[in-house]
């Protein structure tokens, strides 16, 4: 096969095969097809797109590019919630150990954040000790023992996506749709779940734009994962504005533990509860409602900040930060950004947030960068608060001297206003 016959079909709008599919994949993770080449396949790709029998044989091809785990030592369903990634998205930390208290078996690999999107490996390695890296035996005992287990992705799990992903993000060809349901799909179906419930997020902190877009999106992720057999729904939720109101990995992780007591913020505590409860009812063993109030009880009774405290243990972190989470590391200096004006909020970009977030070390970027786990933004006034003159709206936690040019930022972060505006809605839709 010759790949620049490859590139040209595509070039050409004409459908690829599966063998030039598999093709591709297996000599490129070989090193036997060059950068340059597979570069000028994606733009074509992200150009002309991919028809879903083309993302499909893509898909499958990228999972069965490395280790794919059967999890078949573990009893009970399995299941996975997967966000497209937000600013301030700590939902998996909450949410599993509220899944793992309600039935279902949690044995949940996730990534590490690159750009403003953090990713929950981050912010679980925030906790002191934490070991975010198991073997495929202890994880399948920690989960026989105690039904849940959260951790990096193996080093081997879809190496295709890894390489390609690296190229996409400098080739200018990371926002195309068969891309990312291929990229987002291999990595699901490789930890062959039972049951997915997928947030696909838009707004000015996402990849997709609009509700359209993200709906787009969505569709193709569930029928690529019907195609592989999978029971998969997704949620299209807002990235308008930060969710919940910390950015930061430690200062995400207390917000977590604090909805796991029950006192987490109102639009945050809503996801947890809204994707929990569609998950519980996709996997049929409650009804939405039950599952609502099963995920309640379990809040309430403190069984799942316990699961929590009892998965740290496991993993070998220190388990008193879901008691006491001053335990957790915290930035040396705290510093208030205040309204400049009376009026009501009605705009605060996550995009902005989750940059700034960066720029005081939370975030990468480059893949190597050292994180500061302390630093962040947390919120005091959301989208539709009024404020009054000299109130605080935001707190930054910081080690590091905050520029002119930072502050000149945190600044504009909240536009205020004299109308009033409605918050932003969170959930928009369900897909199935
Ligand atoms: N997340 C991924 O893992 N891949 C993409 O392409 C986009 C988001």
Redesign the pocket.
């Known amino acids: 096969m010759n790949f620049v016959d490859i590139i040209e079909k595509k070039k050409n709008r004409l459908e690829l095969s599966e063998e030039e599919i598999n093709y591709w994949i297996e000599e490129y993770c070989k090193d036997n097809i060059p950068d340059y080449q597979v570069s000028a396949l994606l733009m074509a790709i992200t150009i002309n797109g991919m028809s879903d029998l083309e993302t499909f044989y893509l898909t499958k091809a990228m999972t069965n590019s490395g280790d794919t785990l059967d999890f078949e030592g573990i009893e009970g369903i399995k299941v996975d919630k997967h966000s ?2 937000g600013v301030g998205d700590k939902t998996s930390i909450a949410l599993m150990p509220i899944l793992a208290t309600c039935g279902v078996k949690v044995a949940k690999m996730s ?1 590490r954040g690159l750009g403003y999107c953090g990713g929950t490996v981050d912010k679980l390695e925030s906790i002191p000790g934490m070991n975010v890296f198991l073997s495929k035996e202890d994880l399948t005992k920690q989960v026989n023992e105690i039904g849940i287990a959260m951790m990096g992705q193996t080093s081997n799990l879809c190496p295709a996506d890894k390489k390609i ?1 690296a190229l ?1 993000d400098v080739t200018s060809t ?1 926002g195309s749709n068969p ?2 349901v291929s ?2 799909m291999s ?1 699901k179906l490789a930890c062959n779940d039972d049951v997915i419930v997928l947030d696909v997020k838009y707004g000015s902190g996402a ?1 997709m734009p609009t509700v359209e877009d993200a709906t787009k999106l969505a569709e193709s992720m569930i029928s690529i994962g019907k195609y592989f057999g999978k029971n998969i729904c997704a949620c299209i939720s807002s990235m308008e504005e930060v969710l919940g109101r910390a950015v930061g990995n430690a200062l995400e992780v207390k917000e977590a533990i604090d909805t796991l007591h029950g006192k987490g913020p109102e639009d945050f505590t809503e996801l947890v509860l809204e994707s929990g409860s569609l998950l519980l009812s996709q996997a049929g063993l409650y009804s939405k409602e039950e599952a609502l109030k099963k995920m309640k009880e379990n809040i309430d009774n403190g069984k799942a900040a316990e699961l929590l405290k009892t998965m740290i243990r496991y993993q070998g972190g220190d388990e008193r930060v879901v008691d006491d989470t001053s335990l957790l590391p915290e930035a040396e200096y705290i510093t208030e950004i205040r309204a400049e004006r009376d009026g009501y909020i009605v705009k605060m970009p996550a995009s902005m947030i989750g940059l700034m977030s960066m720029e005081l070390g939370a975030g990468r970027v480059n893949k190597d960068d050292i994180i500061d786990p302390s630093v962040g933004i947390v919120l005091n006034k959301k989208v539709g608060s009024y404020v009054k003159k000299g109130e605080v709206i935001a707190f930054i936690h910081h080690n590091r001297e905050l520029s002119e040019a930072f502050m000149e930022k945190a600044h504009k972060m909240a536009k205020i206003q004299d109308e009033k505006v409605n918050p932003v809605e969170l959930i928009e839709k369900i897909v199935y």
Request: cysteine-free; charged content about 15%.
């Open positions: 497209t990634g990534g992903y996409r990371v891309l990312i990229s987002i990595k990849f």
